[in-house]
Nanobody, 123 residues
């Protein structure tokens, strides 16, 4: 599975961005997908995940109510809609595909990763 994330950029605090992640190669439609992020000098952290059907979503507490993850299996694409952005959301955002239909918050559950897209939120 190859993943390509895009949609990052520079945005002011309070603004919105929509990240996209397109999957190619072996299909990911039967697998959960997730978004992680890594801020400068910090470890990679979980942001959100969505089950294979899109029926189950989970979020990190820090983004709950502000971010929404969604997917379209026909397009092999997962999105992360980010609203009410804060400077602490600044990070490189990575999309990932899990081994199973449902996944959690641990990066070890996701063997396939995209290259990341940078989101910078200015105050």
């Amino acid at each position: 599975v190859q993943l390509q994330a895009f949609g990052g950029g520079l945005v002011q605090a309070g603004g919105s961005l929509r990240l996209s992640c397109a999957a190619s190669g072996r299909t990911s439609s039967n697998n959960a997908m997730g978004w992680f992020r890594q801020a400068p000098g910090k470890e990679r952290e979980f942001v959100a995940a969505i089950s294979w059907s899109g029926g189950t979503t989970i979020y990190a507490d820090s983004v709950k109510g502000r971010f929404t993850i969604s997917r379209d299996n026909a397009k092999n694409t997962v999105w992360l809609q980010m609203s009410s952005l804060k400077p602490e959301d600044t990070a490189v955002y990575y999309c990932a595909v899990a081994l199973s239909a449902y996944s959690g918050t641990y990066s070890r559950e996701y063997p396939y990763w995209g290259q990341g897209t940078l989101v910078t939120v200015s105050s």
